[in-house]
């Protein structure tokens, strides 16, 4: 079954400190992978995606996502967080390439910075 | 400017009641969307249009209808609605990669 994980429901990080938010993936071939964000009682907002190319990709608000083709994993990172990234990280990803008409996200990934 | 646009934005009814969400979007995009987003946080697609047409149709109780007029305009109609339809229901947009999501619409029945 196509399925996106992501195993921790929350993660603490003091602010100035580095973040990783994990994602694996479990789906064939070569998908599509995204993160977004969600902010309290707002919609989903796109950070960043990778379709191709080099495995490291940057995104908006300083966000960054390694892809790891033999892990299936696109973990997100930023080098200094801040308390104003706190939010509700998803990722997801395309069953296949080209099939942009569904995503599939993971349960999401509560992030929490403190001061 | 709104690139996806979802009303209302909260919409509280009765069980029963029949009610519709519209969605607009004017990215020129050509796939419209409609997900919920469950009290766990938990997001599924529920329909996808491409070109008012209807590419899919998840798993999803045929009290729900999903109207799409042209293409910057998808509408969902819930008829005899249940408690358990109580959710956030976000509207998005594609055209290629990624999507572009409305503010969602808290419904709650009571």
């Known amino acids: 079954a196509q399925s996106v994980a992501q195993p921790e429901d929350q993660v603490n990080v003091a602010e100035g400190n580095p973040l990783t938010v994990k994602c694996t993936y479990s789906?064939?071939?070569?998908?599509?992978l995204f993160w977004y964000v969600q902010y309290p009682n707002r919609g989903l907002q796109f950070l960043l995606k990778y379709i191709t190319g080099d495995n490291l990709v940057k995104g908006s608000y300083g966000f960054e996502a390694e892809f790891n083709k033999s892990q299936t994993s696109f973990h997100l990172k930023k080098p200094s967080a801040l308390v104003s990234d706190s939010a509700l990280y998803f990722c997801a990803v395309t069953p296949q390439r080209g099939a942009t008409n569904k995503l599939i996200f993971g349960t999401g990934t509560l992030l929490a910075v403190q001061p | 400017d709104t690139a996806v646009s979802q009303t209302p934005k909260y919409l509280v009814t009765q069980m029963g009641n029949d009610k519709s969400i519209k969605c607009e979007q004017n990215l020129g995009h050509d796939t419209m969307y409609w997900y919920k987003q469950d009290s766990k946080k938990f997001l599924k697609i529920m329909f996808s249009y491409n070109n008012k047409e209807l590419i899919i149709n998840e798993t999803v109780p045929n009290r729900f209808s999903p109207k799409s007029p042209d293409k910057a305009h998808l509408n969902l109609h819930i008829n005899s609605l249940e408690l358990g339809d109580s959710a956030v229901y976000f509207c998005?947009?594609?055209?290629?990669?990624?999507?572009?999501f409305g503010q969602g619409t808290r419904l709650t029945v009571v």
């Open positions: 998005a947009s594609s055209r290629g990669t990624e999507a572009f």
């Open positions: 789906v064939s071939g070569n998908p599509y």
